[in-house]
């Protein structure tokens, strides 16, 4: 080992949208995470490509996938994506994959970047990279494997 705590993992965030999605990364500590990148969905094989390109080079020992909680508690569209995504990055690639709820987060990522004077291309990377953050801070007993 490493000498690093156990939950010290290198982690990718992946935050789904209906147009693109946006993936973040960690340090090799586990502590910070960095937006890296934004699919937009070509096609759905040269968008898994990508990501399991990303995913190797970045030395991933997990993945993050954000999914929104709805008032209501009720699947919508973005959230069946979601699974089925989820489902398909099971059946491509081995790692643990984790559920990191996330109440507004791109709405969130989008008043941070407001007030940093940001436009919104760099917004999903930021969406990724806050849904990454909350995972990272999160004690490993409370982390929901998918």
Known sequence: GRGLPPDAMKCLGVDCGEKRTSIAASDSGGSMAFART??????????????????????????????????DGNDTMIIRQIRNFIASLKRRCDLPVFIMEETLSSHE???????????????????????????????????TPA
Do not use: Q
């Open 38 to 71: 934004t699919s937009r969905k070509a096609t759905e094989g040269a968008f898994w490509n990508e990501l399991l390109r990303i995913i190797e080079a970045e030395a991933a020992e997990a993945v993050v996938v954000g999914m929104p909680r709805t008032a």
């Open 109 to 143: 990522a989008e008043m941070k970047l407001r007030e940093a004077g940001k436009n919104r291309s760099g917004l999903d990377g930021a969406a990724a990279a806050g849904i990454l953050e909350s995972f990272l801070n999160l004690p490993e007993t409370k982390r």
